[in-house]
């Protein structure tokens, strides 16, 4: 049952336009969301993350969206650059719980930047 | 300031075999989480420490697995013995209070013939 879901496996821009990135989750009790980057034969590299009483973070070329009616959050980069080409992690967890601070990962997106 | 590191970056052994990972977290993070992504899926949960302390290990897939971490600074997560099913990469997070951002080792990559 997977609780955060990334449809997407992959994506491919050109360089300088708009990349977005969905993510939706199903847990209601989500309360915090991150975006991961990651690099083969890397860890994930914490990118940007969005409390649940936003609905836009914005950090750079790097902006977090999050629509809590639909459990859907999206993550654009405005402009993409060939060195943003790497798999992006969606990630959530419930930070109010109080025990619970665990991340449900989704499988990732592979985004392809093109010169 | 330095990441967290993961020792090894690779483990290939035999099925049946022990094989001990160990993970140094970022200095003065009390929270070290450990994570598994077995091929194709998606990286999952498998324990969270505060300091020497267990909080939750509702992500350990049975009694192979032992995580440990005595004076609460690096930890060690054995697998004995080791099945096929284990492979996979080996991650490991930590932060520095609860809930804060989780910061990622390299991962260790286990491969059980």
């Known amino acids: 049952d997977q609780q955060v879901k990334q449809n997407s496996p992959s994506l491919s821009v050109q360089e300088g336009r708009i990349s977005i990135l969905n993510c939706d989750y199903t847990n209601s009790m989500f309360d915090y969301f991150l975006w991961y980057k990651k690099y083969p034969a890397e860890g994930p590299t914490f990118l940007i993350s969005i409390s649940s009483i936003k609905d836009k973070n914005e950090d750079g070329r790097f902006t977090v969206f999050l629509n809590k009616s639909a459990k859907h959050l999206s993550l654009h980069i405005v402009p993409s650059q060939p060195g943003d080409s790497a798999v992006y992690f969606c990630?959530?967890?419930?930070?109010?719980?109080?025990?619970?601070?665990?991340?449900?990962f989704g499988k990732g997106t592979l985004l392809t930047v093109n010169p | 300031e330095a990441g967290v590191t993961q020792f090894p970056s690779h483990s290939v052994i035999e099925k049946g075999q022990t094989v001990t990972l160990r993970c140094d977290p970022i200095?003065?993070?009390?929270?070290l989480y450990w994570y598994r992504r077995v091929m194709g899926k998606e990286i999952k949960f498998l324990l969270h420490f505060v300091k020497e302390s267990k909080q939750d290990e509702s992500g350990m897939p049975n009694n192979r697995f032992l995580a440990e971490r005595t004076g609460g600074t690096y930890s060690t997560l054995k697998v004995q013995p080791a099945e096929l099913e284990d492979s996979g990469v080996y991650f490991c997070a930590s932060s520095q209070e609860t809930g804060d951002t989780q910061y990622f080792g390299p991962g260790t990559r286990l491969t059980v013939l």
């Open positions: 200095s003065g993070h009390d929270n």
């Open positions: 990630a959530a967890s419930d930070i109010s719980g109080g025990s619970n601070y665990k991340l449900t």
